[in-house]
């Protein structure tokens, strides 16, 4: 008792002071809390303002011109619109959808910002016959030509992987919020910010259940947490985001904060790409814009929303389905759709599509480099924030074809090795359109999708015997050479710098004696080709290197005439590309044009072209290049292209086998293709048993034309033997070949046919000879 | 006795077959050892060459083919005549090289783009499309003509005279 009364008179006694104590500690606190709301609403209201998502830059792929006689029957057709996500209707009206009656397809396309001018919607009418258009219409006129909307094939995201395509109200589909506010957050329209009476409910489930199994946050408090703050779960992260939210409906409308909410939440991922965005998301799981999606369609988006990785529609369809059939559920129950229509959506299947194959998927190598060519003009934040439009030059078919190829091959190498290795084989392919130097396929390793080591562009390899034509095309231009002339396949030593000798070897360890130089070139002759060279001499050969446009002229060293030269696959391509298009320079491109986020044209990459070379001796060359294909090293090709597919190319092989080469190219295409290990460790494969066949099939399962090149003035076409090398006269001739000389080049003849000692006889055993064989 | 006869010239022709052992017609390249950093000196000699002789070759008269426009092409070549008129030289380049990559060995594209950079002052260029139209003409001398046009009109902005003539001779001889 004393003590309380000793408490109560000391109470009494300092009253004043206790109540003055308490007061400041109350106003300070007031203060305190006052700042920091003032702080909050600051970052809100400056960070909301305008809404400044950082918008990575969207880059297309190439988009299919229509017009009469393209390639395309009614099936190709009819998948090329559902690889752009067209889908298929009654009675198309709306953009995006379409119509198949036989052999006619009835389509509205999409309105498309291209980089040269704003395409609008269109419905369009096509008739096919078996592989290719005949007709194109609109309203009944014959519309010349026609280009489809491009495939959004991926952004250009920054570091934290943060990748979304943002959306403006009209361009979402009005059950979509409807649906968002069923599922998520009912009093969306009337309350403040928070929802106490949805807390206290979410609190008393989550205690009976021992577990969290509802969450009471509203839309905006959801866009607080994924806008402003990280994924820590504090109660004091708790207050702070309830009072975020409290502020943003202060200053802004419910319209602005759910399309603000529609951008920027978090649906899904891709590896390293995190996917924002219901724009983005749509693109991802269905291929097609957001304003294009179906009620199932819409549903599921919002059903993943819960759960990205849990209600993942790929990896765990079934749980999604499920959660997507409540979604249905809640809204029939809302009023939001009819009972009927959600029953039916019900039935629907999930309809997404298989990541990696369709739209949606993703071309880190490519994309690769398309970053590195516009680093050149615009800074890492400007490509990554400033949403910029890229128009690349990427073909999504063929693209997908040099993947799965190259995929195919590897594993089929790998299955027929004895000695496995822990370490897998990897390859590169690389494949251009020549005359216009576009560069459209690129896959920079086994796994595509794989983001890490650009292989096209960093794997700097020895190239092996792909550096002979440029050899020869420098011989060609000496006026002391044709693909006729005969050089000796005889041993060769050469006496180095540093006191030791070369002594290179033919790949069969053989001596041919004297051949002619399409043989030579055809059957990869490495001692030949030596001795070409030093005739020729160094500096002129390794300048031509130059010329054709590798970046770094070789050095002068003799080693280099067998490919002692490091170069990557993308570079191989830019020196092939030169022969491919007739002796013309063209730099490689990824990139036609860039637009800004407004669609101001900002920067285009324009064709240039430079003659590099005289057409007579690129022409002999490439005729080479033929032969190289009808009877050398690439005659295994045969097998796997279209008979009247004329090909032109070269295999490659670097020593002790480390690297496969073949390079390559038709009349629309070129193709590089690389094969070996990232250590550099022995592959035992040669150009022609390992790249030879991913490059055939390739080229063989894509729509090309074969090569034809017109005869430059001044070149005739002849016939000679191959073996020897001597002009082919009747009956004496063993294997005749055409090659391409300059007019009146004189030819050697066969001393034996001339004097005609074995003349006709010998031609006639001959003939007999093949009869026996063939 | 067919048989024996046939098996012997079957074993004649396959001796005939057998790879000749190697025997050098011409000395293996002499290199002597090169100073450092100097490209190597070599000598090499020719494979000696047998006695030759000029094969006549009947030289196939050329049959002449000049290129047409395909529709698409047209189509684009016309939007690209009007961007062209109203300066808009960035958009028509696009719109022909749309077409290139339709007919990518159509001269005539390669003629139009020329002409779209000789407007904008890229002559350079211009000359390049030219030649680029001339490797793909011979055989249509009206093409070939238009190219060489182009080719002296892109020398004639540069001021080099003689190159402009002579280009424009072998247009017009061609003509």
Same mark, same amino acid.
């Given at each position: 008792m004393p003590k309380q009364n000793k408490l109560r008179s000391a109470f009494r006694k300092f009253r004043r002071q206790i109540l003055v104590g308490g007061a400041l500690v109350v106003g300070v606190c007031?203060?305190?809390?006052?700042?920091?709301?003032?702080?909050?609403?600051?970052?809100?209201?400056?960070?909301?303002?305008?809404?400044?998502?950082?918008?990575?830059?969207?880059?297309?792929?190439?988009?299919?011109?229509?017009?009469?006689?393209?390639?395309?029957?009614?099936?190709?057709?009819?998948?090329?619109?559902?690889?752009?996500?067209?889908?298929?209707?009654?009675?198309?009206?709306?953009?995006?959808?379409?119509?198949?009656?036989?052999?006619?397809?009835?389509?509205?396309?999409?309105?498309?910002?291209?980089?040269?001018?704003?395409?609008?919607?269109?419905?369009?009418?096509?008739?096919?016959?078996?592989?290719?258009?005949?007709?194109?219409?609109?309203?009944?006129?014959?519309?010349?030509?026609?280009?489809?909307?491009?495939?959004?094939?991926?952004?250009?995201?920054?570091?934290?992987?943060?990748?979304?395509?943002?959306?403006?109200?009209?361009?979402?589909?009005?059950?979509?919020?409807?649906?968002?506010?069923?599922?998520?957050?009912?009093?969306?329209?009337?309350?403040?910010?928070?929802?106490?009476?949805?807390?206290i409910r979410a609190a008393w489930i989550n205690v009976r259940a021992g577990q969290i199994e509802q969450g009471g946050s509203t839309l905006t408090q959801q866009l607080v947490k994924s806008y402003f703050l990280d994924n820590r779960r504090t109660f004091g992260r708790k207050i702070e985001e309830a009072m975020m939210a409290m502020l943003l409906e202060v200053h802004f409308e419910k319209q602005d904060l759910l399309n603000a909410y529609i951008n920027e939440i978090y649906l899904g991922q891709d590896g390293r790409r995190a996917i924002h965005g219901f724009g983005l998301a749509s693109q991802f799981y269905f291929g097609k814009p957001l304003a294009e999606l179906q009620l199932p369609e819409v549903a599921l988006l919002v059903a993943v929303v819960r759960g990205p990785s849990y209600y993942d529609p790929r990896r765990h369809p079934e749980r999604a389905k499920t959660r997507r059939d409540l979604v249905l559920k809640l809204m029939a129950e809302h009023k939001v759709i009819e009972e009927k229509a959600a029953t039916q959506a019900m039935q629907r299947p999930l309809g997404v599509v298989r990541a990696g194959t369709q739209a949606g998927s993703y071309y880190p190598a490519f994309l690769d480099l398309v970053r590195r060519t516009l680093r050149r003009d615009y800074r890492e934040e400007d490509l990554t924030e400033a949403g910029l439009r890229i128009f690349s030059t990427l073909n999504p078919l063929v693209q997908t074809r040099a993947e799965t190829t190259l995929a195919q091959e590897l594993d089929r190498l790998e299955k027929a090795r004895k000695k496995k290795k822990p370490e897998p084989l990897e390859g590169v392919v690389v494949v251009t359109s020549p005359s216009s130097g576009e560069v459209i396929a690129m896959v920079g390793g086994r796994q595509a999708t794989f983001e890490g080591f650009n292989r096209a562009l960093d794997a700097k390899r020895s190239i092996g015997s792909l550096v002979k034509p440029v050899i020869y095309l420098a011989a060609m231009e000496t006026d002391r050479f044709t693909?006729?002339?005969?050089?000796?396949?005889?041993?060769?030593?050469?006496?180095?710098?540093?006191?030791?000798?070369?002594?290179?070897?033919?790949? *069969?360890?053989? !001596?041919?004696? %004297?051949?002619?130089? @399409? $043989? =030579?070139?055809?059957?990869?002759?490495?001692?030949?080709?030596?001795?070409?060279?030093?005739?020729?001499?160094?500096?002129?050969?390794?300048?031509?290197?130059?010329?054709?446009?590798?970046?770094?002229?070789?050095?002068?060293?003799?080693?280099?005439?067998?490919?002692?030269?490091?170069?990557?696959?993308?570079?191989?391509?830019?020196?092939?590309?030169?022969?491919? *298009?007739?002796? !013309?320079?063209? %730099?490689?491109?990824? @990139? $036609? =044009?860039?637009?800004?986020?407004?669609?101001?044209?900002?920067?285009?990459?324009?064709?240039?072209?430079?003659?590099?070379?005289?057409?007579?001796?690129?022409?002999?060359?490439?005729?080479?290049?033929?032969?190289?294909?009808?009877?050398?090293?690439?005659?295994?090709?045969?097998?796997?292209?279209?008979?009247?597919?004329?090909?032109?190319?070269?295999?490659?092989? *670097?020593?002790?086998?480390?690297?496969?080469?073949?390079?390559?190219?038709?009349g629309s295409h070129l193709a590089v293709v690389w094969i070996g290990y990232d250590d550099n460790t022995p592959t035992g494969l040669t150009g022609s048993s390992g790249s030879l066949a991913v490059w055939s099939k390739l080229m063989g399962s894509i729509p090309t034309t074969p090569l034809s090149m017109p005869l430059p003035e001044g070149l005739q076409e002849t016939s000679i033997d191959y073996l020897t090398g001597y002009a082919a006269q009747s009956g004496c001739v063993q294997e005749a070949v055409i090659v391409a000389v300059p007019q009146g080049t004189p030819l050697p003849v066969d001393p034996n046919c001339a004097s005609g000692t074995l003349g006709e006889i010998g031609a006639r055993a001959r003939a007999w000879w093949q009869g026996i064989v063939n | 006795?067919?048989?024996?006869?046939?098996?012997?010239?079957?074993?004649?022709?396959?001796?005939?077959?057998?790879?000749?052992?190697?025997?050098?017609?011409?000395?293996?390249?002499s290199v002597p050892p090169q100073q450092p950093g100097s490209p190597p000196v070599v000598e090499t000699q020719p494979a000696e060459t047998p006695p030759a002789i000029e094969v006549p070759q009947p030289l196939p008269t050329p049959v002449i083919r000049e290129p047409v426009l395909s529709p698409a092409s047209r189509a684009l070549v016309g939007q690209a005549q009007t961007q062209l008129e109203s300066k808009n030289f960035a958009v028509a380049a696009s719109s022909l090289e749309r077409a290139l990559r339709i007919e990518p060995d159509n001269p005539l594209l390669w003629i139009e783009l020329g002409k779209v950079r000789q407007a904008e002052g890229n002559y350079v260029q211009a000359e390049n499309m030219g030649r680029k139209a001339v490797s793909m003409s011979t055989n249509a001398p009206k093409a070939q003509s238009a190219a060489w046009s182009l080719i002296a009109e892109s020398y004639r902005a540069r001021g080099k005279n003689p190159q402009a003539q002579e280009a424009q001779a072998r247009a017009d001889q061609l003509r």
């Open positions: 007031l203060i305190a809390l006052l700042v920091w709301i003032v702080y909050l609403d600051r970052i809100v209201t400056q960070q909301f303002e305008g809404r400044r998502w950082t918008l990575p830059a969207q880059v297309y792929a190439e988009a299919t011109e229509l017009y009469v006689g393209q390639n395309f029957g009614a099936d190709a057709m009819e998948q090329e619109l559902r690889r752009l996500g067209y889908h298929r209707v009654d009675a198309p009206k709306d953009s995006g959808s379409y119509r198949r009656r036989g052999a006619r397809i009835d389509f509205v396309s999409r309105r498309f910002q291209f980089s040269d001018a704003v395409q609008e919607a269109q419905a369009l009418t096509i008739t096919t016959d078996a592989n290719s258009i005949v007709s194109l219409t609109s309203g009944g006129e014959d519309v010349p030509i026609f280009r489809l909307d491009p495939l959004l094939i991926g952004s250009i995201f920054p570091i934290h992987g943060e990748d979304r395509v943002v959306v403006t109200p009209e361009e979402v589909p009005p059950m979509l919020p409807a649906a968002l506010k069923v599922v998520e957050d009912r009093k969306f329209d009337t309350h403040h910010g928070v929802n106490v009476g949805a807390i693909s006729a002339s005969i050089v000796e396949d005889g041993p060769v030593e050469v006496k180095l710098a540093n006191g030791k000798t070369w002594q290179p070897q033919n790949y *069969s360890q053989e !001596f041919y004696g %004297p051949v002619p130089l @399409v $043989r =030579a070139l055809a059957q990869s002759m490495n001692l030949a080709t030596v001795r070409l060279g030093l005739d020729v001499g160094l500096p002129k050969v390794t300048k031509e290197f130059k010329v054709l446009g590798l970046e770094n002229e070789p050095p002068e060293l003799p080693s280099v005439l067998l490919g002692a030269l490091d170069v990557s696959p993308l570079e191989v391509a830019q020196l092939y590309n030169a022969f491919a *298009s007739g002796g !013309f320079n063209t %730099p490689l491109r990824a @990139v $036609r =044009a860039v637009l800004d986020a407004e669609g101001t044209p900002l920067k285009s990459f324009a064709l240039e072209v430079t003659q590099v070379a005289s057409p007579q001796a690129v022409y002999e060359v490439n005729q080479m290049m033929v032969q190289v294909m009808e009877r050398g090293t690439g005659a295994a090709a045969r097998a796997n292209l279209p008979s009247g597919l004329v090909v032109a190319g070269k295999s490659g092989t *670097s020593s002790d086998y480390r690297d496969s080469w073949f390079a390559g190219f038709s | 006795m067919k048989r024996y006869v046939s098996l012997l010239v079957l074993a004649l022709l396959s001796a005939c077959s057998v790879p000749q052992p190697y025997r050098p017609t011409a000395p293996a390249p």
